[in-house]
């Protein structure tokens, strides 16, 4: 019998209250290793706040986080030092070059042989040509690209990737969804992808949350999901979610 | 507590440096300013007056050292600034990087940036306007250690201020030297200020540096033991400083400021 992969990622029971706001409601699911689990919902369902608590950049109302089996906090600089983020609001300083900023970010994570994991790393983005390029120069598209090779410094076993393609061409985006696929499919790490391309989430995700008001109302397979719930699509599925956020719990789905 | 994360924020300044000389410019460029000012101005009242007063180094000393703090001060709080300008908290904080290691690199970094400076300034105030360090012997080192420990606290707990309140803030940390002068008694003594102004005095380090400055200055005995309670202060006062910046960091982090730190609209 083959045994589950490892989880990387535990979420239990997690909230978020902002004053009387809940921000995030009792949420939980976890990410094994070699899966990518879409995160979805409409602009302020909670999805960034989740992201932050995983990050450790915004502390739980209550709940908990778990990555690799160390509790966030807890032992969060060990959980972070095997987690690693990408996400279009949280750019790198602008007046560093590209292989500045890795270098830096490589001596944080303390990434060992740091010197070798940087060339492979540009080689894998295709950033060797602007590495003494200032990311505040770059194209959007580029500093994406930036930002994913950060991502990947210390071989996270969880990586969190907020829209990392919503700046990219087709063409890049493409090539972006297939190296996080091959990364996954590797093993090597689990990864929660949020986006709000529902083309991108059906090619990618091997299982979606759909979040509202802060609650997981769905979850499921995104090739599978519309069809279980009267959508053609997940396009569908979404907009219907985003416009009656009061839909049945999310046990009454399962 | 890790050497290689200390390195990445220390790092991170020497690359701005490096690209972009014109940050360079401040470390020398008020300092030689104030050096050029009041070397002439004590050249003035030297050439003036039969007061027995050295004029060079009673104000040119007391500018020199109170610069030396503002620098140090500065360059705590300019490093940090850094990483507000840039937005760059988010991935600094998700890092796993603890905020022991953080602010050591900034102090490690205001210690180079500040030593530019106080070469620039000493260079200027030995060449041009003769001042010289040798009456004040042995009590140059607590001088200096003691100046250089509160301008790392108050640094510190201006970088604080920045983190709970927000990039706006910067400007209530700029002035905050010029606010601390008239109490530290930097060309008085201190026995000059109302009563009120003595007990706030009592509380600053450098009151004592000056006080001892111009004791030595004047041929007149140190009172060591006063030293020796201003430094005790200082150190209080950076390990208070330090705790300050932790404390905010976990507010910042319960509340969700620092998530959202990258809005400049964070109040």
Request: hydrophobic content about 50%.
């Amino acid at each position: 019998m083959i045994s589950a992969p490892p989880v990387v990622l535990e979420v239990r029971a997690l909230s978020k209250q902002f004053g009387a706001m809940p921000a995030v409601v009792d949420v939980s699911f976890s990410i094994r290793r070699g899966e990518i689990v879409g995160l979805l919902g409409p602009n302020g369902a909670g999805k960034t706040t989740t992201i932050s608590m995983i990050l450790g950049v915004l502390d739980a109302s209550s709940g908990s986080v778990s990555v690799a089996g160390l509790d966030i906090g807890q032992r969060r600089a060990q959980a972070l030092a095997r987690s690693n983020f990408a996400a279009t609001y949280a750019t790198l300083p602008g007046n560093l070059t590209v292989i500045q900023n890795l270098r830096v970010f490589g001596l944080l994570y303390c990434v060992p042989a740091l010197g070798e994991r940087l060339e492979a790393l540009l080689r894998q983005f295709d950033l060797d040509h602007l590495r003494n390029a200032r990311y505040g120069v770059l194209s959007s598209g580029e500093q994406t690209r930036v930002n994913l090779a950060k991502a990947l410094l210390n071989r996270p076993e969880l990586l969190l990737l907020d829209e990392p393609t919503a700046s990219l061409d087709p063409s890049a985006a493409l090539s972006i969804r297939q190296q996080m696929r091959a990364l996954a499919q590797q093993g090597d790490c689990g990864i929660l992808w949020t986006s709000h391309n529902m083309y991108e989430v059906e090619q990618v995700c091997d299982r979606v949350l759909f979040l509202s008001r802060g609650r997981i109302l769905l979850e499921g397979d995104p090739r599978r999901l519309p069809g279980q719930h009267g959508a053609r699509t997940l396009e569908e599925l979404f907009i219907h979610i985003a416009r009656e956020p009061l839909a049945p719990s999310r046990e009454e789905h399962r | 507590m890790k050497l290689r994360p200390v390195g990445g924020i220390v790092l991170r300044q020497l690359y701005l440096m490096r690209s972009s000389p014109i940050r360079v410019i401040p470390m020398f460029a008020w300092v030689v300013v104030d050096i050029v000012l009041w070397g002439f101005i004590a050249r003035y009242l030297n050439s003036i007056g039969n007061s027995g007063i050295d004029f060079t180094a009673q104000l040119l000393g007391a500018v020199l050292f109170w610069d030396f703090f503002t620098r140090i001060m500065q360059g705590v709080t300019v490093a940090f600034l850094e990483d507000v300008w840039s937005r760059n908290f988010l991935n600094l904080f998700a890092a796993p990087l603890l905020i022991s290691e953080y602010v050591c690199g900034l102090v490690i970094t205001s210690i180079g940036t500040s030593a530019f400076g106080l070469l620039a300034m000493l260079i200027l105030a030995t060449s041009i306007f003769g001042l010289s360090f040798f009456p004040l012997g042995a009590l140059l080192i607590p001088i200096v250690g003691l100046l250089f420990v509160f301008g790392l606290a108050l640094g510190i707990l201006a970088s604080a201020m920045v983190l709970r309140w927000g990039p706006a803030s910067e400007w209530l940390i700029w002035p905050i030297p010029a606010l601390l002068a008239p109490f530290a008694g930097v060309f008085y003594p201190i026995a000059t200020l109302p009563t009120w102004m003595q007990t706030v005095a009592a509380a600053l380090p450098p009151s004592y540096v000056f006080e001892a400055l111009r004791s030595a200055l004047a041929g007149r005995p140190v009172a060591t033991d006063s030293l020796l309670w201003g430094g005790t202060l200082a150190l209080a006062q950076v390990v208070l400083s330090a705790a300050v910046f932790g404390y905010v960091h976990r507010y910042v982090v319960r509340s969700g400021l620092l998530a959202r730190y990258s809005a400049e609209n964070v109040a």
